[in-house]
T-cell receptor, first 116, second 113 residues
Framework: DTGVSQNPRHKITKRGQNVTFRCDPISEHNRLYWYRQTLGQGPEFLTYFQNEAQLEKSRLLSDRFSAERPKGSFSTLEIQRTEQGDSAMYLC??????????????FGPGTRLTVL | SQQGEEDPQALSIQEGENATMNCSYKTSINNLQWYRQNSGRGLVHLILIRSNEREKHSGRLRVTLDTSKKSSSLLITASRAADTASYFCATDLNSGGYQKVTFGTGTKLQVIP
């Protein structure tokens, strides 16, 4: 399977703990995106990378959130000191972009986070 | 806040009927995309329309874009039960020199067999 993969698929944690999610994009894609989606809502943009550079961060991405893509391939999203409000589905997507505009994104299955 | 607003929020039709969903946005865009999401699953890209295009077709899908009204519509013809899903529009807009992608709130479509 050469699609976007995310691990873990589900994560249950206690408030105050740190969690880290991983996303493996489609190998030839240079852009990688993170979104958060809560029930009944559309995905909310968190951040995106072009290769290893983080080009845009949403104001939703508080100082407790950090994302990396060290070698321009896989990416990690870490949430420190989790809060119950962080409970959501975290989606990763990748795309290939030759210019500035965003093209078709391929989404992974998501990581569902539950903070108790 | 989300850039796009889909209308209606929910739509229920009989199999074989056409379904039309609308998306409105607030700022100028590079392109607009439509995605489908089945319950509890990831999103699947349906179609992309660029800001200089007015209409685009893909199989049973027809998308229109009116940049003067800042709106788009997605038409699914001859609907099938398998089309039951949530549909989202996503706009690609310039923000401080970089491009952000912003999803709307979605239209939940139910196609009754």
């Amino acid at each position: 399977d050469t699609g976007v993969s995310q691990n873990p698929r589900h994560k249950i944690t206690k408030r105050g703990q740190n969690v880290t999610f991983r996303c493996d994009p489609i190998s030839e894609h240079n852009r990688l995106y993170w979104y958060r989606q809560t029930l009944g809502q559309g995905p909310e943009f968190l951040t995106y990378f072009q290769n290893e550079a983080q080009l845009e961060k949403s104001r939703l991405l508080s100082d407790r959130f950090s994302a990396e893509r060290p070698k321009g391939s896989f990416s990690t999203l870490e949430i420190q000191r989790t809060e119950q409000g962080d409970s959501a589905m975290y989606l990763c997507a990748s795309s290939f972009a030759g210019g500035g505009a965003h093209n078709e994104q391929f989404f992974g299955p998501g990581t569902r986070l539950t903070v108790l | 806040s989300q850039q796009g607003e889909e209308d209606p929020q929910a739509l229920s039709i009989q199999e074989g009927e056409n379904a039309t969903m609308n998306c409105s946005y607030k700022t100028s865009i590079n392109n607009l995309q439509w995605y489908r999401q089945n319950s509890g699953r990831g999103l699947v890209h349906l179609i992309l329309i660029r800001s200089n295009e007015r209409e685009k077709h893909s199989g049973r899908l027809r998308v229109t874009l009116d940049t003067s009204k800042k709106s788009s519509s997605l038409l699914i013809t001859a609907s099938r039960a398998a089309d039951t899903a949530s549909y989202f529009c996503a706009t690609d807009l310039n923000s401080g020199g970089y491009q952000k992608v912003t999803f709307g709130t979605g239209t939940k479509l139910q196609v009754i067999p």
